[in-house]
């Protein structure tokens, strides 16, 4: 069956870029139409949609990080990327990634990432 | 664009039956679908399409939508339902996903 598995730094500095990678196993990210997505969880609060990608490369940002985001896909590699760029203490989150079709229907387990100095 | 609001807590006594509110304008309009998270985990979808159950989740779980209120009820509540619910919906209009606030569901 598919899996997602995110992997990436778990501690970034104010000011640089946070990048995280979610690799898809079990199936291909070209196949089925989804759209592949990151969504964090700030310390005690809710999930919140960071964007996502269609295969193809289209693109689509939550406004309020859209100025710093990035989200790429590598099909070769079957696996796609967050970028977040002037990090600040208030990205920490347990970052997720997740396949879209009209919801969620598999999740990867989540990482921590910590912006400190 | 959508907000959707949701109680921050709800609480029932073990057995008896969970109600937990979506609410936005004309929801209806609109599907909605329902996550359980359990502390520490990721999200699981419980219903979608408003009202449908994914397999192998529980046949407890329902949702419902009308109006302006989409409602997920879990039947015969068991301590394990203990959990944080969140709706969502796509935004058809902006390509975009948004998140209910989440509710803590207590089992009394």
């Known amino acids: 069956q598919v899996q997602l598995q995110e992997s990436g730094p778990g501690l970034v500095k104010p000011s640089q870029t946070l990048s995280l990678t979610c690799s898809v196993s079990g199936g291909s990210i070209s196949g089925g139409g989804y759209y592949w997505t990151w969504i964090r969880q700030r310390p005690g609060k809710g999930l919140e949609w960071i964007g996502h990608i269609f295969f193809s490369g289209n693109t689509y940002y939550n406004p309020s990080v859209k100025s710093r985001v990035s989200i790429s896909v590598d099909t070769s590699k079957n696996r796609f990327s967050l970028k977040l760029s002037s990090v600040t203490a208030a990205d920490t989150a347990v970052y997720f990634c997740?396949?879209?079709?009209?919801?969620?229907?598999?999740w990867g387990r989540g990482t921590q990432v910590t912006v400190s100095s | 664009s959508y907000v959707l609001t949701q109680p921050p807590s709800v609480s029932v006594a073990p057995g008896q039956t969970a109600r937990i509110t979506c609410e936005e304008n004309?929801?209806?309009?609109?599907?909605v679908h329902w996550y359980q998270q359990q502390p520490g985990q990721a999200p699981l979808l419980v219903v979608y399409?408003?009202?449908g159950r994914p397999s192998g989740v529980s046949e407890r779980f329902s949702g419902s939508n009308s109006g302006n209120m989409a409602t997920l009820t879990i039947s015969r509540v068991e301590a394990g339902d203990e959990a944080d619910y969140y709706c969502q919906v796509w935004d058809s209009s902006t390509d975009h996903v948004v998140f209910g606030g989440g509710t803590k569901l207590t089992v009394l």
């Open positions: 997740a396949r879209l079709s009209d919801y969620f229907d598999l």
């Open positions: 399409d408003d009202s």
């Open positions: 004309n929801i209806r309009s609109k599907t």
